[in-house]
């Protein structure tokens, strides 16, 4: 069982629209996070949600010679978070992907997410989220090269898994980043 101290966050990555069941870039079991993140975020003294808040010309679209089709587009309702999303839980939000010539899947990379965790005396992070294989591993990582502890919630992720193996290739390489992997069920107060 890992305790929730003064010192950890609850990161929830992507819980937007437009990657759930019906979005333009849906994961397909992305709707079965959000039991244990609504559960979970009443246990952390401090909860960020990220959302991708893409411009339309974003070099990662497939309109703009990108692998992905137009997905988040800011201020849109794919971009919203999803109603299922107890978001008034929330502590801070944190936009990424803003820049059109970068991917945009870490939390990390051109956001100050790194300086509200330190502000708020952080060094353990878990990770819950979407996708698996693209922003939730890219954050877990950038989460450990930034210097923070990190915990991926494998029961509160899901993966596209374009290739198959993804997921799992993408667990093994935050694991390998030194991330633990657990169930939200070993978490408490």
């Known amino acids: 069982m890992h305790r929730i101290g003064p010192h ?97 899947y870490s939390a990390f990379a051109a956001t100050d997410l790194a300086e509200k965790l330190r502000q708020h005396g952080i060094r353990r992070v878990f990770v819950t989220g979407l996708a698996t294989d693209y922003c939730v591993k890219a954050t877990t990582i950038d989460a450990r090269d930034a210097g923070f502890d990190a915990v991926v919630l494998t029961d509160a992720i899901a993966a596209i898994d374009a290739t198959p193996g993804d997921e799992l290739r993408a667990l093994d390489e935050m694991r390998a980043s030194g991330a633990q992997l657990m169930k939200s069920a070993d978490v408490a107060l």
């Not at 990662?60 to 839980?89: K, M």
């Open 8 to 104: 950890d966050a609850l990161i929830v990555v992507d819980p937007q629209n437009d990657f759930l069941p019906g979005g333009t870039l849906a994961v397909a079991e992305g709707n079965r996070i959000f039991e244990p993140i609504n559960r979970l975020m009443a246990l952390f003294p401090y909860v960020v949600a990220t959302r991708d808040w893409h411009p339309r010309d974003h070099a990662y679209f497939q309109a703009n010679g990108g692998p992905w089709p137009w997905h988040c587009l800011a201020r849109t309702h794919g971009a919203q978070f999803s109603p299922l999303l107890h978001s008034e839980q929330i502590d801070d939000v944190i936009s990424k992907g803003t820049d059109p010539k970068t991917d945009g």
